[in-house]
């Protein structure tokens, strides 16, 4: 949806600034809907308004106060999204990288473009898997010892199916493409998920451990803020 509202935001660029808000919010708003308004989607487009918003009025708040209002919003329209595992990860993920990225992002410095990209990608599922990783081993019982690995090599796929599914409309030919990028995604992900030793498998945690470690998380995050 990211990389979606990207392109839309280049296409109106050049008109004026209800066409930049009204096009893109209308197509993502469909996009939702056809994804079933699942909680991270819904997340995301519901993000991206606000945003938008604020930037037509030429107001601005923090991504973290927008992550909370798009939470109090899903809420509101159904309270018990709460209880929803899809919801609790994708508000937790992002929260970790919201919180962490910024931070560690200084720590770690790169000249070459080519080790800085590899470096933003790990840093980026390292934050996103800390803010999930009390409700992974709370649901799950399981830690995934590989996902380091694995979004470093899945992550670069994901603007080509995207940009060749939409290209598809225009440029048949670009099928083929398509069809090896989606292949070759699910092969990663199956060859990862078939690992004996791609799971860390935990014992029954209970929520006040769950709540142990988020606090635990909290104060890494003001050690490397302070």
């Known amino acids: 949806i990211g990389l979606l509202f990207i392109i839309l935001e280049r296409i109106t660029l050049w008109f004026n600034k209800e066409i930049q808000l009204i ?32 930037k037509h009025i030429h107001k601005w708040t923090s991504p973290i106060h927008i992550l909370l209002l798009t939470a109090f919003g899903s809420l509101c329209f159904n309270p018990y999204l709460i209880f929803d595992v899809g919801f609790q990860f994708s508000y937790s993920a992002v929260l970790g990288i919201l919180l962490f990225y910024p931070l560690l992002k200084k720590r770690v410095l790169f000249e070459n473009r080519i080790l800085k ?23 799950f019982h ?76 909290y104060q890494a995050y003001l050690y490397l803020l302070f």
């Open 117 to 139: 990209n590899i470096a933003q990608i790990v840093l980026i599922s390292f934050c996103a898997q800390l803010g999930v990783l009390p409700l992974s081993l709370y649901y």
């Open 142 to 217: 399981l830690f995934p010892s590989l996902f380091l690995v694995s979004n470093l090599l899945t992550s670069p796929l994901f603007p080509i199916v995207l940009f060749t599914a939409i290209g598809v409309s225009i440029f048949p030919s670009l099928a083929n493409l398509y069809i090896h990028s989606v292949e070759l995604l699910f092969q990663i992900v199956n060859w990862f998920d078939s690992q004996c030793w791609s799971y860390f498998y935990v014992f029954q945690v209970s929520k006040l451990h769950v709540l142990g470690m988020y606090i635990i998380i």
């Open 23 to 54: 096009l893109p919010l209308s197509i993502l708003w469909s996009y939702a809907a056809l994804l079933g308004f699942s909680p991270s989607a819904s997340r995301t487009v519901l993000g991206i308004s606000i945003w938008l918003f604020l």
